[in-house]
């Protein structure tokens, strides 16, 4: 059984990327709604918060994590990989070698929190594969609460105009590949493309199933778990905008503060 | 000394109104960063959030309390005044008595986070005050975001179209009063103004600085010291935004989790 954790709903768009491949996939998802957003804290609040999490799924006995969320998989992986003796996988690596792979002009973008994008993660991903790569960030502070907001459809003129805002400096600088270096991006995937004529888009969630698959880390055993550090109402009335189809599965609270 | 708290920094803008009225009133703020935002959350986690918030200014030694935040003050002050042996003054009352006192038409809108909203509190003590006052009530989830990415200007076009989607319905109700319900809000009091030309805009910071001030709650005693949840250098970096000043005063880190 596989857990993956997210600060907060966006994580579901990797699961539903895991359940495209393996729609009965064993499957515990920990959404830290109750402290959401990460990107925008402190490094040592990242941490404290991922250890937490990755100690909640330990608890529920995962044979893996991912960790579905671009803030934490740039911040706390070096301390999660310490804490934990199961495999724990970030969204950086599987994200930035396809990013690498994409690329016809060796210009990337890439877009995230402020938290992801001041580390530096993916950049130093992909130059540690490929140093002839340039690449271009920007973070978006906007697009995780535009998404939350339900304002994400690329003909609404708020969520255009927001993305203009950010992406107009990587339009300039012709990159052809861009990161979506949070998971809750995927959702205005039609409003970032827009902004970014002819760019290919590298969904993080979707890399990352993908890799664990290869690693034959997702097994059938008995479909999805879900629990959130608030109201569980609001997280099953949000979760089929990220997951693309109805929730299927028990919602459950934690105090996770406690763990 | 006064105790001041909020879910962020929007507790400045009361901080601010405070220090119009008396520059050296010893104050102590905290702004819980770390947590931000409260509006989204359940009503368990904004009581809990808010008891520890609490606790910590009374470690401090303060001999009153102004909840310098909409969703608390809506959510939490019967477990806080149960809690406190001290005065504590959340920002509804005094805001709600001067929208009542200001409208002309008997038509009141008000805004603030979603828990506020959800809670009433400001449209429940209106009338309590006068039962024939109409009240219209609108969410604005994207507000607090926007202020916090410095998209407060009037003159920007996210900004502007936000505010005319949520305010929209409310020129169309004819309202000629409308409560700013949460504190961040007069940071971009010019954007709202311009989606509702002639309405009077209400400032819960301000209200509730001039209550304090008529209890003899403000005193001379030395000046302002703040404390946050998270980076005290971001916070440095970002008050003036809110005080509409320089921020002149020490700035420490809190473990709020601990209190």
Avoid at 17 to 29: T, V, Y
Avoid at 187 to 203: D, F, S, Y
Wanted: hydrophobic share 40%; charged share 20%; glycine share 10%.
């Amino acid at each position: 059984m596989i857990g993956v954790f997210d600060s907060g709903m966006g994580g579901l768009t990797a699961v539903k990327e895991i359940l495209k491949l393996k729609p009965d996939a064993g499957l515990i998802f920990f959404g830290d709604t109750g402290r959401v957003p990460y990107g925008t804290r402190s490094r040592e609040t990242i941490i404290n918060y991922a250890l937490q999490d990755a100690r909640f799924l330990a608890s529920k006995r995962v044979d893996a994590i991912l960790v579905a969320c671009g803030t934490v998989s740039s911040t706390a992986m070096p301390e999660l990989k310490k804490m934990l003796d199961i495999p724990v996988l970030g969204v950086v690596e599987a994200t930035a070698e396809a990013a690498v792979k994409a690329t016809k002009n060796g210009r990337v973008g890439v877009i995230g929190t402020p938290a992801t994008v001041n580390s530096g993660s993916y950049v130093n991903y992909i130059n540690a594969v490929d140093p002839s790569i340039e690449t271009f960030s920007q973070a978006c502070p906007l697009f995780v609460p535009l998404v939350e907001e339900g304002l994400f459809s690329a003909d609404c003129d708020i969520t255009r105009l927001t993305a203009e805002h950010y992406l107009a400096r990587l339009r300039e600088k012709e990159i052809d590949t861009l990161i979506l270096g949070c998971t809750h991006y995927p959702v205005m995937a039609e409003a970032i493309g827009r902004a970014l004529p002819g760019v290919t888009l590298i969904n993080s969630g979707a890399e990352s199933a993908r890799r664990l698959s290869d690693m034959g880390l997702l097994k059938d055993s008995g479909g999805a778990e879900y629990f959130v550090s608030d109201s569980t109402e609001h997280f099953a009335g949000l979760a089929s905008r990220f997951l693309g189809m109805p929730l299927n599965g028990r919602v459950g609270y934690v105090e996770i503060d406690k763990y």
